[in-house]
């Protein structure tokens, strides 16, 4: 029975951040009393190994539905190959003013201004060492709103350094739509001038605590010539893996849409040809020296199929599984599995 798809109407009468709220509530209760298992469909194992992580299958969580990691263990539930908690960053902070969460239900979208609100690192920490999950762990990490990008280096180690021992992997967000300047840092000597103290940190916190791969997320709105600087850029600085890719500022495939002229980053099925774009140029630059993790606008089995197809590793999902729930994720393995 796809229960979500009878409960989704009560949860869209809700503002979308209520609902937000609401669903991870429950998802952590549901887990709490031991009932989850017995409400989403079986995932069955695919492994891949990328990075030299062996993933359990190729379809995980993006990051900023669980930004805290409160509920990574009613998540883990669910089927997903590897769980993406955060953004986070050095200190807690609001985010933006509500509302700042807006569906477009007629185009499976959303648009979000959220501004990486969250409770801080040191609680994310807290939260991961109090989880019993044992799988597959990202943790996404940013500067604060309020640090001027020239410093923003500074609170990435800071919390490359804090979150290293307790991640499978650490994602670096220079391309979130939200924070002011954030986007300059993917480009030219400042992406450089970030990735190489990251990477430099990386091997010292390698010895004591072994090596964990660092993953770059980077945004769709990008022309060919731009992607393959930025791919140049991954390579030489010694970055492990890229993630492609984060919301977009276009409103192609929304127009006229309530909420269209809403400030913020496009996700969602709009958003994926221009996603899967970015995708195969980027693969194409990389020839291989890097994986690619594929994110934006999977919908359906043969979306996450058109990922895999453009060059992607593996590939996660956040707005599909609000409008399509956990039975996306079983589909999505399935396809991808009887693709490969």
């Given at each position: 029975?796809?229960?979500?798809?009878?409960?989704?109407?009560?949860?869209?009468?809700?503002?979308?951040?209520?609902?937000?709220?609401?669903?991870?509530?429950?998802?952590?209760?549901?887990?709490?009393?031991?009932?989850?298992?017995?409400?989403?469909?079986?995932?069955?194992?695919?492994?891949?190994?990328?990075?030299?992580?062996?993933?359990?299958?190729?379809?995980?969580?993006?990051?900023?539905?669980?930004?805290?990691?409160?509920?990574?263990?009613?998540?883990?539930?669910?089927?997903?190959?590897?769980?993406?908690?955060?953004?986070?960053?050095?200190?807690?902070?609001?985010?933006?003013?509500?509302?700042?969460?807006?569906?477009?239900?007629?185009?499976?979208?959303?648009?979000?201004?959220?501004?990486?609100?969250?409770?801080?690192?040191?609680?994310?920490?807290?939260?991961?060492?109090?989880?019993?999950?044992?799988?597959?762990?990202?943790?996404?990490?940013?500067?604060?709103?309020?640090?001027?990008?020239?410093?923003?280096?500074?609170?990435?180690?800071?919390?490359?350094?804090?979150?290293?021992?307790?991640?499978?992997?650490?994602?670096?967000?220079?391309?979130?739509?939200?924070?002011?300047?954030?986007?300059?840092?993917?480009?030219?000597?400042?992406?450089?001038?970030?990735?190489?103290?990251?990477?430099?940190?990386?091997?010292?916190?390698?010895?004591?605590?072994?090596?964990?791969?660092?993953?770059?997320?980077?945004?769709?709105?990008?022309?060919?010539?731009?992607?393959?600087?930025?791919?140049?850029?991954?390579?030489?600085?010694?970055?492990?893996?890229?993630?492609?890719?984060?919301?977009?500022?276009?409103?192609?495939?929304?127009?006229?849409?309530?909420?269209?002229?809403?400030?913020?980053?496009?996700?969602?099925?709009?958003?994926?040809?221009?996603?899967?774009?970015?995708?195969?140029?980027?693969?194409?630059?990389?020839?291989?020296?890097?994986?690619?993790?594929?994110?934006?606008?999977?919908?359906?089995?043969?979306?996450?199929?058109?990922?895999?197809?453009?060059?992607?590793?593996?590939?996660?999902?956040y707005s599909g599984f609000i409008y399509r729930?956990?039975?996306?994720?079983?589909?999505?393995?399935?396809?991808?599995?009887?693709?490969?």
């Amino acid at each position: 029975m796809d229960w979500y798809s009878t409960f989704r109407p009560l949860l869209f009468s809700l503002s979308a951040e209520t609902a937000h709220e609401l669903s991870l509530d429950l998802l952590g209760a549901a887990e709490r009393l031991r009932i989850l298992s017995w409400l989403v469909p079986e995932v069955k194992d695919e492994p891949v190994t990328v990075a030299g992580i062996e993933f359990p299958n190729p379809v995980g969580l993006a990051a900023g539905l669980d930004k805290n990691g409160d509920y990574i263990d009613a998540l883990a539930r669910l089927g997903f190959g590897f769980i993406e908690i955060g953004t986070t960053t050095p200190r807690s902070q609001p985010g933006n003013l509500q509302p700042r969460l807006f569906r477009i239900p007629e185009r499976q979208a959303i648009i979000n201004r959220m501004g990486f609100n969250n409770k801080g690192v040191d609680y994310l920490i807290e939260r991961v060492k109090a989880a019993r999950f044992r799988g597959i762990l990202g943790i996404n990490i940013g500067k604060n709103f309020d640090t001027p990008v020239e410093n923003a280096v500074d609170d990435y180690l800071i919390c490359l350094e804090k979150v290293y021992p307790y991640a499978s992997y650490i994602t670096v967000n220079i391309s979130s739509p939200n924070t002011p300047g954030l986007r300059t840092l993917q480009y030219g000597d400042a992406l450089k001038e970030l990735l190489q103290p990251l990477k430099v940190k990386q091997r010292a916190l390698a010895e004591s605590f072994g090596y964990k791969p660092i993953f770059v997320k980077i945004a769709p709105d990008m022309n060919t010539d731009e992607v393959a600087l930025v791919a140049n850029a991954l390579v030489d600085c010694g970055m492990d893996g890229v993630i492609a890719t984060n919301t977009t500022l276009d409103r192609t495939g929304v127009e006229g849409c309530r909420h269209s002229n809403e400030q913020g980053g496009l996700s969602g099925a709009p958003l994926e040809e221009k996603a899967t774009e970015v995708l195969e140029n980027l693969t194409k630059a990389l020839a291989g020296r890097i994986p690619v993790i594929g994110v934006g606008g999977i919908a359906d089995g043969a979306g996450a199929i058109d990922k895999i197809k453009a060059g992607a590793q593996l590939v996660q999902i956040y707005s599909g599984f609000i409008y399509r729930g956990p039975e996306l994720i079983r589909e999505a393995v399935e396809a991808v599995a009887n693709n490969r």
